[in-house]
C-alpha cells in the first residue's frame, strides 16, 4: 500500500490550502484514515479522521477551520484548511488506521509528508 500526499506549500496567515492523500496498491482496502502533523521536537498529533462511510471526527484545536472529507472512488481523502495560522507551521501525514470506539489505531502505512508553511 502506497499513500502519496501533495498539496502542501507557503500560504499567508488567514489562508486556505487543501491537502490530499491517495492509497494504492494490490488489495487496498481503505477504510479509517486520519491526518496527522508534526513540528520538529514535538510528538506527532493526529488531527482529524474519517471512516469509509464518512463519520467524521475532527479534534478540538482545528474545529471550525479543517475539514476531512474522502472520494471512495478515488481511495483519497482531503484535508481543507481554512483561516490558517502561524503555528499550524508542520509536516503533515496520512495514515491508514483503525478505529476501535473513538479511538484511532494508527497503522503502518504513512504518506511521506507534505509541508504546510503558514507565514506573511
Known amino acids: 500500500v502506497q499513500l502519496q500526499a501533495s498539496g502542501g506549500g507557503l500560504v499567508q496567515p488567514g489562508g486556505s490550502l487543501t491537502l490530499s492523500c491517495a492509497a494504492s496498491g494490490s488489495a487496498v482496502s481503505v477504510d479509517v484514515m486520519g491526518w496527522y502533523r508534526q513540528v520538529p521536537g514535538r510528538q506527532r498529533e493526529l488531527i482529524a479522521t474519517i471512516s469509509r462511510d464518512g463519520n467524521l471526527d475532527m479534534k478540538d484545536f482545528v474545529k471550525g477551520r479543517f475539514t476531512m472529507s474522502r472520494d471512495n472512488a478515488k481511495n483519497t481523502v482531503y484535508l481543507q484548511m481554512n483561516r490558517l495560522k502561524p503555528e499550524d507551521t508542520a509536516v503533515y501525514y496520512c495514515?491508514?488506521?483503525?478505529?476501535?470506539?473513538?479511538?484511532?489505531?494508527?497503522?503502518?502505512?504513512w504518506g511521506q509528508g507534505t509541508q504546510v508553511t503558514v507565514s506573511s
Open positions: 495514515n491508514l488506521g483503525s478505529k476501535v470506539g473513538t479511538y484511532y489505531y494508527p497503522g503502518r502505512y
